[in-house]
Nanobody
Framework: QVQPVESGGGLVQPGGSLRLSCAAS????????IGWYRQAPGKQRDLVAA???????NYAESVKGRFTISRDNAKNTVYLQMNSLKPEDTAVYYC????????????WGQGTQVTVSS
């Protein structure tokens, strides 16, 4: 089954920035709401931000004003611009469809590690 491919993670100092990318093939990606999720060690995977096919967005309270989600439907790619990073943003970041109350449409990918540390 197709799964998204996440990239762009790395090690960054507090206050720094990273831009994550999520790419997948097929019409599933372009017609569905796509979310960025993150999972820190020992914690559950949580939604960070989501964007509808039309470009409407929503964010977790913890990242509002710091993270920006965007998408390029022609490239089947969703981005997450992360600014003013904090150590508590350290996690593996994943993307998938966001369908509250229903199953995700993709298998979970490998994710991309984001580490915020001095």
């Amino acid at each position: 089954q197709v799964q998204p491919v996440e990239s762009g993670g790395g090690l960054v100092q507090p206050g720094g920035s990273l831009r994550l990318s999520c790419a997948a093939s097929g019409t599933i990606f372009s017609i569905n709401t796509i979310g960025w999720y993150r999972q820190a060690p020992g914690k559950q995977r949580d939604l960070v931000a989501a964007i509808t096919s039309g470009g409407s967005t929503n964010y977790a309270e913890s990242v509002k004003g710091r993270f920006t989600i965007s998408r390029d439907n022609a490239k089947n790619t969703v981005y997450l611009q992360m600014n003013s990073l904090k150590p508590e943003d350290t996690a593996v970041y994943y993307c998938n469809t966001f369908r509250p109350g229903r199953a995700n449409l993709y298998n979970w990918g490998q994710g991309t590690q984001v580490t915020v540390s001095s």
